[in-house]
């Protein structure tokens, strides 16, 4: 009796992982099919969306044309270098000011607490790509869009400032998880609270900092609607100012150089992932931030 029971278990227990080696096996191919087709597009072009084939989705043909006009007979580094200027910025003044908000508002009973972090919690719903019109005419009412350092500076500050927010809200909830024992013992060992602030609490808050300069540099990195306002040179343009002037060419795509130019794009993202990979394995070990 007892073997038939343990059989009948075994046979559920086979089952449950079968169904679960299935679901995995989909949802994997599901996340991995838009980078192999990537990929595969841009090496293998395509004329049109509708002549996409089965047949299509294998190696064939292959050239690298499409990498060698990006990389050697269009200005690429150009755009990747300004890029990597205005996301460095960011990820600069977003980290900081995103750190020190958080951390004040965990910490100190600032007056009008509650009503503050509900209103930042409420703009962190509005789409950043909203923000384009009315920032584009503040800045140039301040005269920030006639010079190219000015231009990058207004950007900076235009990125900074949305994911600061964000960020700020971020911290705010993951300071909250760590107990403040930590703090009052390193005041009671004699170290002052600047010191204690930076000494003890920083140091432990490192994987949300780096969370946020994630969020930070994807956000500048791969915007187009503040770019396309703010900056009106060639020379200044980023990244996806140049794959949009590259890839759509007289109401046409070319999609081996939209696929070409997003796997060189990607390659940044993807390096700052794994420089990161560390903190973030965290994050998402504590089960994300939840508020």
Do not use: C, H
Not at 62 to 77: C, G
Not at 211 to 233: C, Q
């Amino acid at each position: 009796m007892s073997n038939r029971y343990s059989l009948k278990n075994r046979v559920i227990s086979w089952f449950r992982l079968g169904i679960s080696y299935i679901v995995l096996t989909v949802t994997a191919i599901i996340a991995i099919f838009p980078i192999y087709y990537i990929i595969i597009t841009s090496v293998n072009p395509i004329p049109t969306l509708a002549s996409v084939t089965l047949r299509s989705l294998l190696p064939e043909n292959t050239s690298l044309e499409a990498y060698y006009y990006i990389l050697f007979k269009e200005p690429f580094l150009l755009w990747l270098r300004n890029s990597l200027i205005l996301a460095t910025g960011t990820i600069v003044i977003t980290a900081i000011v995103a750190f020190i908000t958080g951390a004040a508002l965990s910490r100190f009973s600032v007056p009008g607490k509650t009503a503050l972090m509900v209103t930042i919690y409420v703009m962190t719903f509005f789409p950043f790509a909203a923000t384009a019109l009315p920032l584009y005419l503040m800045f140039a009412s301040l005269g920030m869009l006639k010079y190219a350092w000015s231009t990058y500076v207004g950007l900076i500050l235009a990125y900074s400032g949305g994911n600061s927010i964000f960020g700020s809200y971020l911290v705010k909830v993951f300071l909250d998880r760590i107990p403040k024992d930590y703090e009052e013992a390193a005041l009671i060992d004699g170290l002052t609270r600047f010191e204690a602030f930076f000494r003890i609490l920083l140091p432990m808050a490192r994987p949300i900092i780096a969370f946020v300069a994630l969020l930070a540099f994807m956000g500048a990195y791969t915007d187009y609607a503040l770019a396309y306002a703010f900056i009106a040179k060639g020379s200044m343009w980023t990244l996806t100012l140049g794959m949009y002037y590259l890839a759509f060419v007289n109401r046409a795509t070319l999609y081996n150089v939209l696929a070409a130019f997003s796997v060189l794009m990607g390659i940044p993202i993807f390096a700052i992932f794994i420089a990161f990979q560390k903190y973030l394995v965290q994050i998402y070990a504590m089960g994300g931030v939840k508020a």
